[in-house]
């Protein structure tokens, strides 16, 4: 979505993301006690939802979430990621694409891909760039795009 680097007093912030299958791996290192990976600062979901891992459940975790799923996705269904809004996350958000399909949203050429990078960018720099109160202004400003629904629950 875009490439961030944030370096601040040598300190080390991890975001994970994916997409899709990735998604579901993401929110596994961050909430699932199969392969919750302590280092995780923050998680980034886009179109996925909470896949069932052997010997692991899931806890709401103390990291933040930021969900983000088309309305109208066919591969995986919109439905995962409100249920992993309600159950993940010390803080969650949910950037629904109100005409989304599974990855449409994603190309740099779709109307909706500037508002949907706007949230990405936002959330991450709220939890990992330092930036806490300015980036969450900036995640509730990007989530009033057309296009686009924010939700949040924490």
Known sequence: LARLHFIRDHAEHIAVAGHGLGAMTALAAGFNSCCVDRR???????????ATFPGGIYSSGAIPVLLVHGARDGVVPYTGSGEALQQVGT????LTVK????????????????????????????????????????????????????????
């Open 40 to 50: 995780v600062d923050a998680v980034v979901a886009v179109a996925g939802r909470l």
């Open 91 to 94: 803080s969650a958000y949910l």
């Open 99 to 154: 005409r989304g399909d599974h990855d449409g949203y994603l190309r740099a050429d779709a109307a909706v891909h500037p508002a949907v990078r706007a949230a990405t960018v936002a959330f991450l720099h709220a939890t990992i760039g330092g930036s806490p109160q300015a980036g969450l202004a900036d995640l509730i400003h990007a989530g009033g795009r057309p296009g686009v629904r924010l939700t949040s629950r924490g």
